[in-house]
């Protein structure tokens, strides 16, 4: 018999987390079992399965690898977008989201993405000082771009980012990704 894992344990092998899980089960895309007391659980060949299809849904990108991008925002109509934005490029683009600074912090660790877009409005206080964090501490070559209401914001030097897009502009999802072709 497989062994059948729980949603945490599903959730650290994908790289994502267990709410999300859930959120696949639910939504049909994961199988799973459900326990006596209504906890998931999938046996380690569904989610070996269904982490091959999820990688062959993207196309390779530069060496092998489909492009990262990390987005920082706690508001879901902005990701969602982005996302979108992401699958109209063709499919070589996976999108990270990361709803706090900390959870942001941890995904460019895990990722090591290409481009990072943060969203000003839903990270407000905080983008100057994880623009500056992101130069200093992340990924080498890694582009940062803000989605802000202030485009004409003063930077600190060696904190400033790639990318100034403005967020009333109804592009802004598709112009943030079109660093990634720069």
């Not at 969602?80 to 699958?87: P, T, V």
């Not at 000082?129 to 890694?142: D, F, S, Y």
């Amino acid at each position: 018999m497989a062994r059948l894992l729980s949603t945490a344990e599903v959730a650290r092998r994908a790289g994502v987390t267990a709410k999300t899980v859930a959120r696949w089960v639910d939504a049909g895309v994961l199988e799973a079992l459900y326990t006596s007391g209504g906890h998931r659980r999938v046996s380690e060949e569904h989610l070996a399965s269904f982490l091959e299809t999820r990688r062959s849904l993207f196309s390779m990108g530069r060496q092998g690898q489909p492009s990262v991008v990390v987005v920082g925002t706690g508001r879901v109509t902005l990701a969602r977008a982005l996302g979108n934005a992401a699958m109209r490029l063709g499919g070589d683009v996976m999108v990270r989201v990361a709803a706090t600074p900390f959870e942001l912090g941890l995904a460019i660790g895990r990722e090591a993405p290409g481009l990072v877009v943060l969203d000003e409005l839903g990270f407000s206080g905080h983008v100057p000082e994880l623009v500056g964090m992101i130069r200093r501490e992340g990924p080498k070559g890694v582009r940062v771009v803000v989605l802000t209401d202030r485009p004409g914001a003063v930077w600190a030097p060696g904190a400033s980012p790639d990318a100034v897009v403005p967020l009333s502009d109804p592009r802004a999802p598709s112009m943030a990704l079109d660093v990634l072709r720069r």
